[in-house]
């Protein structure tokens, strides 16, 4: 059974930043894309970044310069750096595994609990 959990959300203030992990388990990952997405409230799920299995990234064009997806295959983790974080950011932060690198999350069969961000004074 996949399982996903993320970890290392928070509260910060504008300009700080975080790391997000996500620990995968319950099957061999070498063919799947691991990928961020989020959901504010009363906000459709958006995609953030994704990474495949050789390592190539696809970020979501509006935080291509402030974050920055990686994972360590032989410890099954993925990982979103977030810089100079905005109020905007604030959401809950999924991870979702897929064949493919997509931008839609209908797509994605299995996805964590989701962390909390939260970007305020």
């Known amino acids: 059974q996949v399982q996903l959990l993320e970890s290392g959300g928070g509260s910060v203030r504008p300009g700080g930043s975080l790391r997000l992990s996500c620990a995968a388990s319950g099957r061999d990952f070498s063919d799947q894309v691991l990928a961020w997405f989020r959901q504010a409230p009363g906000k459709e799920r958006e995609f953030l970044a994704a990474?495949?299995?050789?390592?190539?990234?696809y970020y979501e064009d509006s935080v291509l310069n402030r974050f920055t997806i990686s994972r360590v295959n032989a410890k099954n983790m993925a990982y979103l750096r977030m810089n100079n974080l905005k109020s905007e950011d604030t959401a809950v932060y999924y991870c979702a595994v897929d064949p493919v690198a997509t931008f839609d999350p209908y797509e994605y069969d299995y996805w964590g609990q989701g962390t909390q961000v939260t970007v305020s004074w």
């Open positions: 990474i495949t299995w050789g390592l190539t990234p």
